[in-house]
T-cell receptor
Framework: DTGVSQNPRHKITKRGQNVTFRCDPI?????LYWYRQTLGQGPEFLTYFQNEAQLEKSRLLSDRFSAERPKGSFSTLEIQRTEQGDSAMYLC?????????????FGEGSWLTVV | GDSVTQMEGPVTLSEEAFLTINCTYTATGYPSLFWYVQYPGEGLQLLLK?????DKGSNKGFEATYRKETTSFHLEKGSVQVSDSAVYFCALSPRNSGNTPLVFGKGTRLSVIA
């Protein structure tokens, strides 16, 4: 069983450019989450999908951020017109429909540096 | 709203020392509680969990007991190793909110010295 896969692992971009991250969840997991983590902080929730439906979005997810999960499998997170404050690690996590205590499993993250 | 408070780090211990990392929570109802570990440059790995009061989660020598009366879920290990050096996150999942996203603490960095 492969784990949650994220790519690219690292991305350096100039301010104002668009970036896209991809997440492949554990197969058959219908729940998928995106979190953001900055240095010295815990993960902060961004958005959540159940199958292809985006069920919840954090107020952290500004209009420049968009996430999709078109076929209920992989997901993409796009950031438009990047700003230096977007520099962070973007974490994806997935979980099965029913799991003890709402357990989720994380990928290794995608580091974004905006210069 | 729901929140998790962890002891501030960094925590520096000698190999084979006893470890305690404190975690307390605020939540309505009875949440599920988790500890995740993050090694340098990596994502978070689930370390252990407890889903109801008085449950004890354990894994790799780490333990934590869900204490409803003190709203705590302290992480302990009897004898730490250098390989345990990492950042540890306490998290909760609200009980009655379906698949509501986990809420994380800020993390506690542990450094173990040989």
């Amino acid at each position: 069983d492969t784990g949650v896969s994220q790519n690219p692992r690292h991305k350096i971009t100039k301010r104002g450019q668009n970036v896209t991250f991809r997440c492949d969840p554990i197969s058959e997991h219908n729940r998928l989450y995106w979190y953001r983590q900055t240095l010295g902080q815990g993960p902060e929730f961004l958005t959540y999908f159940q199958n292809e439906a985006q069920l919840e979005k954090s107020r952290l997810l500004s209009d420049r951020f968009s996430a999709e999960r078109p076929k209920g499998s992989f997901s993409t997170l796009e950031i438009q017109r990047t700003e230096q404050g977007d520099s962070a690690m973007y974490l994806c996590a997935s979980g099965p429909q029913t799991s003890s205590g709402n357990t989720i499993y994380f990928g290794e993250g995608s580091w974004l540096t905006v210069v | 709203g729901d929140s998790v408070t962890q002891m501030e780090g960094p925590v520096t211990l000698s190999e084979e020392a006893f470890l305690t990392i404190n975690c307390t929570y605020t939540a309505t109802g009875y949440p599920s509680l988790f500890w995740y570990v993050q090694y340098p440059g990596e994502g978070l790995q689930l370390l252990l969990k407890a889903t109801k009061a008085d449950d004890k989660g354990s894994n790799k020598g780490f333990e934590a007991t869900y204490r409803k009366e003190t709203t705590s879920f302290h992480l302990e290990k009897g004898s730490v190793q250098v390989s345990d050096s990492a950042v540890y996150f306490c998290a909760l999942s609200p009980r009655n909110s379906g698949n509501t996203p986990l809420v994380f603490g800020k993390g506690t960095r542990l450094s173990v010295i040989a």
